[in-house]
């Protein structure tokens, strides 16, 4: 009779729901990936990326289902939902964006668009590695450390480095007095340099050709944040050597411009 009544009191009963909860996650999690582990109709990436998906998923549907059980202890959500057309108004504007973040991910993953560890560049202005593939959001981990989160809803603009090949792409932005000639011909001598001292790391086809050599791809954007325009340099180099390659342009755009007096465009904040 006691256990009866203790089993009977709310707390004990949000807890035992919880436990449960929390041991079909587990085991929906540890079938998923036996079925992974058992099957090879999917490379490993792939595989890879919808099991961090799959983990996203189900500790949302979890902590879903765990929020409505408690709050049914305390109101009529049936009524609480159907009877008030204001509420659900308000309901409807403020998850718009997540429904749509929730469409956008899944359009992402089942395209193949994205995999867990891809190198991604969001927005232009945005580029790392993929950490983390939520429901909601990509989680990239930056070159100088930082864990930058990305709504799927405000993604504009996303470039995948593919398997195998990668493209490298720098800039320098200039300031807008800068003499566009001056600097056309500074940034072609770049890119000649940077084909003689990196060839080693461009891709190359069967018979030892790249297939695509460093260069100079002109003014790329103008009125940078209102401060100058963008001179690009870009070369399509193997996976492995990416990063290293992409050290090496910049180190010879920024020796560039200080050999060359090139004006560097500045914040607006900096002008005086």
Same mark, same amino acid.
């Given at each position: ?153 405000? *993604?504009? /603009? !996303?470039?995948?480095?593919?398997? #195998?090949? +990668?493209?490298? $792409?720098?800039? &320098? =932005? ?44 002109? *003014?790329? /954007? !103008?009125?940078?944040?209102?401060? #100058?325009? +963008?001179?690009? $340099?870009?070369? &399509? =180099? ?35």
């Amino acid at each position: 009779m006691f256990s009866l009544e203790l089993f009977e009191k709310l707390p004990v009963k949000i807890l035992t729901v919880a436990l449960l909860i929390i041991l079909t996650v587990y085991l929906i999690r540890k079938s998923i990936k036996l079925f992974f582990d058992k099957t090879s109709f999917l490379d490993a990436k792939r595989e890879e990326t919808l099991m961090h998906f799959s983990n996203q998923v189900t500790k949302v549907i979890g902590l879903v289902l765990f929020i409505i059980y408690v709050l049914s202890h305390f109101f009529n959500l049936t009524r609480f939902f159907t009877g008030s057309v204001v509420v659900a108004s308000a309901l409807a504007l403020i998850l718009q964006h997540i429904i749509r973040d929730y469409i956008m991910g899944l359009t992402y993953l089942f395209e193949r668009q994205i995999h867990h560890g891809d190198f991604v560049i969001i927005n232009g202005n945005r580029q790392g590695k993929i950490e983390e593939i939520s429901m909601r959001y990509l989680k990239i981990r930056q070159y100088d450390g930082y864990l930058y989160t990305v709504s799927y809803s405000s *993604i504009k /603009e !996303l470039q995948n480095g593919n398997r #195998g090949m +990668r493209r490298v $792409i720098e800039s &320098l =932005v200039l300031n807008y007095k800068q003499n566009p000639d001056d600097a056309f011909r500074v940034m072609e001598e770049v890119a000649r340099t940077c084909n003689e001292k990196y060839g080693e790391y461009l891709l190359k086809d069967e018979n030892g050709v790249p297939l695509e050599s460093f260069k100079f791809n002109h *003014i790329t /954007e !103008l009125n940078v944040d209102f401060s #100058g325009h +963008r001179y690009s $340099i870009s070369g &399509l =180099v193997k996976e492995e050597d990416f990063v290293e390659a992409g050290k090496k342009v910049r180190y010879e755009l920024a020796m560039a411009a200080y050999k060359n007096d090139l004006m560097m465009a500045e914040s607006l904040s900096t002008i005086r």
